[in-house]
């Protein structure tokens, strides 16, 4: 371990606040004063106390750094400059298209581990890689930089709490308490003792210091792992900190300075006049890497044809499957783990199994912790309570996260307890998150072969399931590639093509049985893949049925299949007729609901006569 | 006031039990033992308490009583009926779809103000209402009555950090502590100092009770009201309490009884013997009603052609406009109203303005809160960090709310920020939101007047404004009525016709240009209405051009316009071209990112070349 050298941490510190100055001005944007609060924390952590790599940043024991304040990137992008990942010349690419240092961190950098800007959601994901480290034996810890505005997010109590909970002494959190959000001062200003209580109360040791005094930091983070409690560092600090004509000022948020404004702002900073301290002052541990690669097999699945199984089940059957030769995956919960049945997987491998209670935001940020540490998580809960989390969803879509979900109770056809916990809009939501799979099963041989691609697959993956039982369609060995279709019913003459899934497929195939009967032939496809679609197996359907499409989706009419079919397909003449929930749906028995809003058999029949005649 | 006669208070309230237990198990279903841990306090709060008509449960100065823990709805439905609203007959008619008493509570009855069963949003709600009772003069309180697993719910400390913040001692909050939640007991079970410890940290007087002891209750009530604080009452209860064989015991949670086990429990349970407590202690205060109509006309606009004004600070300025004549109008924002431009309505009106913080669900909270009691409320943010509060948007749409959502920031449009702050996919999330309505105005009369349309119109709205300013493209007394469309170009012979909103109507209109130029010529029109889509016209136009569309959205490809087009018009024959974001998009300039996901001029152009060829 090498000496602190305190007067060259304070130089380090101000070249940050230059770099992000100069960088800001020459990008016309950003936010210099949100760096500037900051720079002596980060001066601190970066090179006074953080063990890590600086030329291996993804190195699996580094200690981790997460700007949960992701719009004070730049000063983030000068540290690692200075610490000599990059040239530092190349901060002045700030937010260029040619550049990967965007206006807020993206993982396009080796050095961000998940997407930051959208704020409040960076503890969550400190949460999960804090987790990470413990189940895998590690002993790199994890700081997190919020700011004070962003703690009005519930989402950051959600993780504050949960870590309380998990006694997660090797996280960290810093709160850069500069008073000034954006278009006001935040509600506790400079009120640390408010912070204090609200952190002790989830759980947390806490510690207040002036965020500008380099000797209190590296007091205060000599004590870091001290007992069993997350530790938060409350930072009383100046917004724009260190430089006379901006710091406490109003009106300064997330503005560039002018050239000239810049000048005069870095002629008052006092860069280090020495060398040397730019790099960390400790090493990583070096410890065996946990293992990020799935497994040459999974186990066989064993259902019969017809027997009923609900595809929530089948999923809990899957996940507990998979885990047996699969170490990667994690399992994730919010209080319905008996209903998702996540619970079987929770029973066997407590040690990889996470109750998130009824949080669903940080539950998904957890997750993507665990993703960006190289694990597979699979979170569950009511896909209606997914929608709690989209910001975080769609944010782990910019982290190119590995993030799994699985949202059950889909549409009307949970029945009696109502529209607050039908999933009904789940599709449209996970359809457009970029990069994103969206599978749909109808049975349990489907849902389970589904979770295995879920699992090999990179990127992000929803998993719809719904409540009730279904007949097994498939046997034990089909395959169910992502991207998709299984054509169920076919044959010469056919009229109509019926594209469903869910509870939806086992109508269209009792429709069809009613319309051959009555001389009327329908194609019956199971589009288990909803995003990305099975363009080229439905094209080629439809066209045998003179273009004539009908949807059927336990879903609203908007951002579901039937737009799904429709986007993709319209653009080659196909007509698309979309069956789908378009009212407040009430309680009542499931069959009644499909009835009543459109989607059952009967529907379907009517809406293919209609359509033949 | 009538006295409170504690004997006829504990046998009402294991009447509500019986109701309660004897409704879930005709229903099949349910959560009878989340009602009896909280039927003391609802019996003590609604007949010993509360201030309201019980004949009249609309009446404007009624105290009000949200269960945020909506899955005890058989407890409040029983409460109701005891208090003479309907016959207690109906309580067996419990989430039958002919009855309006459903799984969970819904504003299909007269007695719920908004629909609740998805846990952790009443807090938000009652702080809407109590902010209203303030704003109006009234002296009603709002009494929530959240569930412990509930507070694991991040949007209840946002809306108890607001409740603190406003110092609204007109909000009381119940939390039935009854140490069970689905899955497994809370983090917290009977830990009520933790609980205490929590909310007095957000601002909060505290009152810890038992929650079977009714005097416990009766007590802390009468001392509501006092000091400057909102106030929350910890009833420690069990779950089931009042049944030996049901409380405290895991493995009950939403678990109707067997007609056996019912009989036995109902056999434990002793009624009250004397009747006449069955009402309300007091009347509410008799004051006048608030003005819940629109006024007779809105100022006019005044811009002029060419002008350029972005869309969002055209928002800003329309509620400012509108709110000179309409009081109705509350604003929020989530600490972004100078970039949002809600801050011209905060300066003006500042006692109908409410600063969220960064706590976007929350905010949608508050103002579904204000709209139940008659206001119109228009809440702003950046549309990316809508997605927050998605599962609030969600409910709100169940609940029939008269909500209006502004996003500013949309698309890549934004530039140098970078993917976390583009909204890329809020037309997706708006669309399928039931009973929606969708604008997305491209310049300033059009905004102007589509904010009109938002105050005109009953239920939910959203607004979806650019970042960059556009050139005024219409007169000031053009008409922008919801569902409609503008045909800006067309001509005979036109090859395609091109549908587009925002910044990508400007390509659009550049993109026309340059096909003239080179002797194609394309229809060009403004969808401004997503939500209705202006089917017809857009149809009218398309079989002029031999049904070529091409829709162009600075929005993912999913859930969006095109879909939108494709899912209401492929069925008609129309072919639907999306140009459209397809992946993540990276900080840069505006024009550069529009034409890197191509989605500007010229892409438009090489598109319809190659549909025309």
Redesign the interface.
Known sequence: MNDIDIESLKGIANQLRIHSIAATTA????HPTSCCSAADVVAALFFGHMRFDPKDPRYHNNDRLLFSK?HAAPLLYAAWAEAGLFPVEDLLKL???DS?L???P?PRLPFVDV??????QGLSVGVGMALCARLDGLDFRTYVLLGD??C???????AA?LAG?YQLNNLIAVVDVNRL????A??LGHDLV?YR??F???GWRTEEIDGHDLDEMLEVLAAVGLGKQPLVILARTLKGGGVSFLQDKEGWHGKALSAEEAAKAIAELQPSSKTGIGHPIEAPTRLPAPKTDGPAAYLPVAYKLGDLVATREAFGTALLRLGQTDPRIVAL?A?????TYS?KFFKRFSDRSF?C??????MVGVATGFAARGKVPFASTFA??L??A??QI??A??S?SNLKLAGSHVGVSIG??????MG??DL??M?????SVVLYPSDAVSAEKLVEQMALHKGICYLRTSRPKTAVLYNNDELFPVGGAKVLRQAAGDKVTIVAAGVTLFEALKAAETLKAEGLGVTVIDAYSI?PLARQVILAAAQKTNNLVITVEDH?????L???V??E??????????LAVR??P????PE??LA?YGIDAQAIVAKAKALAA
């Open positions: 990008a016309g944007s950003g992701g937010r260029k298209l990967d965007e206006g807020h993206t997407a930051t800007g959208s704020l409040g505005g962003e009005a997010e519930g989402s950051v109590w959600e709490a909970h959000g954006q278009s006001e935040t509600a408010t209580k609200r002790e109360a989830f919960d209080d319905t783990k008996n209903s619970d109750e209670f009824i949080a669903e935001q940080n209606c309570f929608t709690r989209f910001d769609r944010v879509g910019l190119m009696e307890d109502g529209g607050s916990q009904l809009e449209a939501m359809r457009s998150v970029v990069g995003k609203y009419a908007e951002g579901g039937g737009d799904a429709a986007g397909l319209s653009s080659e003449g196909v007509r698309v007729h979309k009212e407040i009430h309680s009542g028995k009644e609901l009543r």
